[in-house]
């Protein structure tokens, strides 16, 4: 079992920064990667970068590049997504997700953060 509890979230300016964090804990050795989804309101859960626990191979959704940089800290069993220049297409609540060794799919969720971008 994973537990995973995101913190950061809140109100942003468009053009401004936001810094998400991710804590896991358990078995965090069974962890392959870590991953950053978002929901928009209304809008169905969509997948905003990924990153591997071990090398750090990062992969972005496009609405992503640029914009967003995922990192973990292996020490500290946590995975940040920095926010540069947020728009206000980019509220949405985002939930952090982990996949275990030989899964294809997020086995653990975080209960989810609401970030919302207004001026």
């Known amino acids: 079992q994973v537990q995973l509890v995101e913190s950061g979230g809140g109100l942003v300016q468009p053009g401004g920064s936001l810094t998400l964090t991710c804590a896991a804990s358990?078995?965090?050795?069974?962890?392959?990667?870590y991953s950053w989804y978002r929901q928009p309101p209304g809008k169905q859960r969509e997948l905003v970068a990924t990153i591997t626990r071990g090398l750090a191979t990062t992969t972005y959704a496009d609405t992503a590049k640029g914009r967003f940089a995922i990192s973990r800290d292996v020490a500290r069993n946590t995975v940040d997504l920095q926010m540069h220049n947020p728009k206000p297409d980019d509220t949405a609540v985002y939930y952090c997700?982990?996949?275990?060794?030989?899964?294809?799919?997020?086995?653990?969720w975080g209960q989810g953060i609401q970030v919302t971008v207004s001026s």
């Open positions: 358990g078995d965090v050795g069974s962890i392959f990667s």
């Open positions: 997700g982990c996949t275990q060794f030989g899964n294809a799919k997020v086995d653990y």
